[in-house]
T-cell receptor, first 114, second 117 residues
Framework: DVKVTQSSRYLVKRTGEKVFLECVQD?????MFWYRQDPGLGLRLIYF???????EKGDIPEGYSVSREKKERFSLILESASTNQTSMYLC?????FGGGIEAFFGQGTRLTVV | AQKITQTQPGMFVQEKEAVTLDCTYD???????LFWYKQPSSGEMIFLIY??????QNATEGRYSLNFQKARKSANLVISASQLGDSAMYFC??????????????FGTGTRLQVFP
């Protein structure tokens, strides 16, 4: 069974903390994505990666960075968490377009910054 | 720039009736794919249906069909014979490709569908 696993379901962090959100997939997918989901705004793409050590900015990269040192793992980093980064974070993975169709999602991490 | 628009924040439908959820998109690429995902209250993202830009026939998957009108850049989801379990958020999404560093998946703002008895 295909699987995308996010390290935490719920996180509470303090303003100014460095926060790591981890995502692991076991499908040997090339592409991995990080989104944040907010009511009324849908899923907004933060960063994506199409290969190890390769990354591209999405629509809202400010305040975030990412790391992909191994194919199966894609980390989202909040360098200095702020309250406006309180959100649901979703990780996804997929094959290259043309090699596969759908993206598979993790269960999400609900992050609260206080 | 790539963009997905869902203009219906919420929709109501009676059980056993059909419902159409609207989606329009914008892209300058000739090769792209369109998707619909369902997100129930549990939060998981469930893939429903896919339409490739070169597919000549509308995609169908069980009670789901995608009304693809390329010239209008629309990809509406039709759910036939609605069930109570169809109550959820529905997201339209698009991928462009196949260039590796542009192969990103973007989503619309979603439509909340509520099915009533």
């Amino acid at each position: 069974d295909v699987k995308v696993t996010q390290s935490s379901r719920y996180l509470v962090k303090r303003t100014g903390e460095k926060v790591f959100l981890e995502c692991v997939q076991d499908m040997d997918h090339e592409n991995m994505f990080w989104y944040r989901q907010d009511p009324g705004l849908g899923l907004r793409l933060i960063y994506f990666s199409y290969d190890v050590k390769m990354k591209e900015k999405g629509d809202i990269p400010e305040g975030y960075s990412v790391s992909r040192e191994k194919k199966e793992r894609f980390s989202l980093i909040l360098e200095s968490a702020s309250t406006n980064q309180t959100s649901m974070y979703l990780c996804a993975s997929s094959l290259y377009f043309g090699g596969g169709i759908e993206a598979f999602f993790g269960q999400g991490t609900r992050l609260t910054v206080v | 720039a790539q963009k997905i628009t869902q203009t219906q924040p919420g929709m109501f439908v009676q059980e056993k009736e059909a419902v159409t959820l609207d989606c329009t998109y914008d892209t300058s690429d000739q090769s792209y794919g369109l998707f619909w995902y369902k997100q129930p209250s549990s939060g998981e993202m469930i893939f429903l249906i896919y339409q490739g830009s070169y597919d000549e026939q509308n995609a169908t998957e069980g009670r789901y069909s995608l009304n693809f009108q390329k010239a209008r850049k629309s990809a509406n989801l039709v759910i036939s014979a609605s069930q109570l379990g169809d109550s959820a958020m529905y997201f339209c999404a698009m991928r462009e490709g196949p260039t590796y560093n542009t192969d990103k998946l973007i989503f619309g703002t979603g439509t909340r569908l509520q099915v009533f008895p």
